[in-house]
């Protein structure tokens, strides 16, 4: 008597977006070369307000794949949070991958991604680093990268927070946590969502990489990105119950780094900071006036 193969758990692939269409298409055809089972698995795009062509792409690959079904849900501009929330809100698979519209991953991404969970049902989500997948025309020191991103330490590891853009989630685990805060809306909300889990068990892994693109990116647009990204960081450590203080060094000292190394990096982290002293002048403005956000 043969011993039957253990069913695939469903998964539902949750893509953001907004306005980046070019990149969302490479990054779903790669989800769409999974080894994975396609009918044990399902893509949901989430369009958070754009105003370019990316119904059209979505709605092209919809009509090539009969599977996996792709489902594509557009909104008005409310935020990664929000987003996020709309794909959790629609997700039917017992596990969701998190991946962002300017990644790319291997065709046995999911089948890496999935088998720590199968082998330990204690662990609540596993996730790895991003790798950047070059083609950038905008230059950075030996040390620096624009796209790569990573967590502290070494090895494969438990850690206390994954990296939002490379994570996989069960998705019992927001019945118990609840879902990401709306109300912040550009950079965050995985760090305040990670510290309402604390005590939960997420694995890290160096091996589970996706390729994470910054080519796509001209410095004008990279520095407007950079910015918005910025303005919710006093917010975020609010609703920590840390406190934000803008400090002169955290803007002079990577502009300093950009002018000795021309690297694009320093910049990149002198306009966030730019961004955050912004919001946090904005929040101190509700403030006086007593008024929430």
Avoid at 35 to 56: A, M, N, P, Q
Avoid at 202 to 215: A, G, I, K, M, Q
Avoid at 238 to 249: E, F, M, Q, T, V
Wanted: glycine share 8%; with cysteine; hydrophobic share 40%.
């Amino acid at each position: 008597m043969t011993q039957e193969t253990p069913l695939q758990p469903f998964i539902t692939v949750i893509v953001i977006t907004r306005n980046r269409a070019e990149v969302l298409s490479d990054c779903l055809s790669s989800i769409l070369e999974q080894d994975y089972t396609k009918d044990r698995y399902e893509v949901v795009v989430v369009d958070d307000g754009s105003t370019d062509h990316t119904s059209l792409v979505v709605n092209s690959l919809q009509t090539k794949a009969a599977l996996p079904v792709i489902r594509y849900l557009p909104q008005p501009h409310r935020g990664t949070g929000a987003a996020r929330n709309t794909g959790v809100k629609n997700a039917r698979g017992e596990i969701v991958i998190f991946l962002d519209d300017d990644e790319l991953v291997t065709s046995d991404h999911m089948t890496r991604v999935v088998r720590p969970l199968m082998d330990d049902h204690n662990l609540d989500g596993v996730g790895g680093p991003c790798r950047d997948y070059g083609g950038s025309k905008l230059h950075t020191c030996a040390r620096c990268s624009l796209a790569a991103v990573d967590v502290p330490g070494m090895g494969k590891r438990f850690v206390p927070r994954l990296l939002s853009g490379n994570m996989a989630l069960r998705t019992s685990v927001f019945k118990r946590i609840g879902l990401f805060d709306e109300t912040i809306f550009g950079r965050g909300e995985d760090v305040e969502w990670f510290h309402r889990a604390s005590g939960m068990q997420f694995f890290f892994d160096p091996d589970l990489w996706v390729w994470h693109r910054r080519d796509n990116f001209n410095f004008i647009t990279l520095c407007r990105y950079t910015f918005e990204q910025g303005l919710s960081i006093p917010l975020a450590m609010k609703k920590l119950g840390r406190s934000y203080r803008p400090k002169a060094i955290r803007v002079i000292g990577p502009l300093a780094h950009a002018l000795r190394y021309r690297c694009v990096r320093g910049v990149v982290l002198a306009i966030r900071e730019l961004g955050a002293i912004s919001g946090y002048l904005d929040l101190s403005r509700l403030s006086r006036f007593n008024i929430s956000k």
